[in-house]
Every structure is written in C-alpha cells, then in structure tokens.
C-alpha cells in the first residue's frame, strides 16, 4: 500500500527557513507524482510543488517558486523515498498545514485530483 507521513513543520518567524520532509512508500516498479500541497484556515487546499520519481522533473506555485524547493531521495525498490520541502523566506501567508499527496502523474494544483494523502504538518510563521 502506498502510504505517506510527514514531519518537520513547526514555528518561525518571518524570514526564515523550514524544511518539511514525507515518507513515501510506494509500489515497486511503479513511478509516480509527488507534490505538497497545503490548506490555511478557512482557505481551500493549494498545491504548492510537484515533482516526478522517474526524472526528478518539478513544478512550483508561482507565489513560491523563488522562495521552496522540492526535492526527492529516491529508494532503490521505491519503498523507502523521501520527499522534500525547503521553505525559504517564509511570510505569515505560508502558515497552513502543509500535506504531502501522490498519484501515478500529476493531476496538477487541484487538490480534488489527488486521493491519497499524509497526515499533514503545521507550519507558522509569525
């Protein structure tokens, strides 16, 4: 079963920096999207970045793009992956729960797309 945990948020001031990490075990032999997303309150889920297993290849919300970097460490069996989020510059608005998510490929910043998710991770910035 493809299951995903996340972990590292936490509080920061403005300005600074936070790395989220998700544990992805995924099906071997299979290649897949992975992306975060992340949901404020009050707001709908938004899709922040994504990034393809196969080559690595990634794409970013543009009001993040300059500031978050995705990144995977890929698993040999792909059971054990480890995906990223480095949070640069962080402002009051990237407050949220931040959620890791997959599916085969990418369905893109709708967050209806998407069906299997983590347990997510606040993160603050004050």
């Known amino acids: 079963d493809v299951q995903l945990v996340e972990s590292g948020g936490g509080s920061v001031q403005t300005g600074g920096s936070l790395r989220l990490s998700c544990a992805a075990s995924?099906?071997?032999?299979?290649?897949?999207?992975l992306g975060w997303f992340r949901q404020a309150p009050g707001k709908e889920r938004e899709g922040v970045a994504f990034?393809?297993?196969?080559?690595?290849?990634?794409?970013?919300?543009?009001s993040v793009k300059d500031r978050f970097t995705i990144s995977l460490d890929n698993a040999m069996d792909n059971t054990k992956n480890t995906l990223y989020l480095q949070m640069n510059s962080l402002t009051p608005e990237d407050s949220a729960v931040y959620y890791c998510t997959t599916r085969r490929t990418c369905g893109g910043f709708q967050s209806s797309r998407y069906d299997i998710w983590g347990q997510g991770t606040q993160v603050t910035v004050s």
């Open positions: 995924l099906n071997p032999g299979d290649t897949y999207c």
């Open positions: 990034i393809y297993t196969v080559d690595h290849s990634s794409y970013y919300l543009d």
